[in-house]
Nanobody, 126 residues
Framework: QVQVVESGGGLVQPGGSLRLSCAAS????????MAWYRQAPGKQRELVAA?????????????NYDDSVKGRFTISRDSAKNTVYLQMNSLKPEDTAVYYC??????????????WGQGTPVTVSS
């Protein structure tokens, strides 16, 4: 069994910041990709940012961002803690959504699993 638990959501004013955390626990061998998605009311779930387990040749981590959050959001991971973070700065009302953590990993039987968290709400409003 693998569990994914998010934290850090809440209410923030436009221009403010929040930091989301997501930790994986349970029995698994390795984590591949860790990502954050969001789903606003009446809209489809969309990818916000993702971070791979690998690195580029210059040592930087492999990350991917939706264009709407580039320059404002930063995804990072602590592999020792099996945790991924999403630092969100300069928040806008259109960032309001439920944010979901998604982790791709190999379980103890070498099976590929795609595990979702329960979601944490983020509301950007004055």
């Amino acid at each position: 069994q693998v569990q994914v638990v998010e934290s850090g959501g809440g209410l923030v004013q436009p221009g403010g910041s929040l930091r989301l955390s997501c930790a994986a626990s349970g029995s698994f061998l390795s984590i591949y990709t860790m990502a954050w998605y969001r789903q606003a009311p009446g809209k489809q779930r969309e990818l916000v940012a993702a971070i791979d387990s690998g690195y580029y040749s210059d040592g930087t981590t492999k990350t991917n961002y939706d264009d709407s959050v580039k320059g404002r959001f930063t995804i990072s991971r602590d592999s020792a803690k099996n945790t991924v973070y999403l630092q969100m700065n300069s928040l806008k009302p259109e960032d309001t959504a439920v944010y979901y953590c998604n982790i791709s990993l190999a379980d103890h039987l070498y099976r590929y699993l795609d595990v979702w968290g329960q979601g944490t709400p983020v509301t950007v409003s004055s």
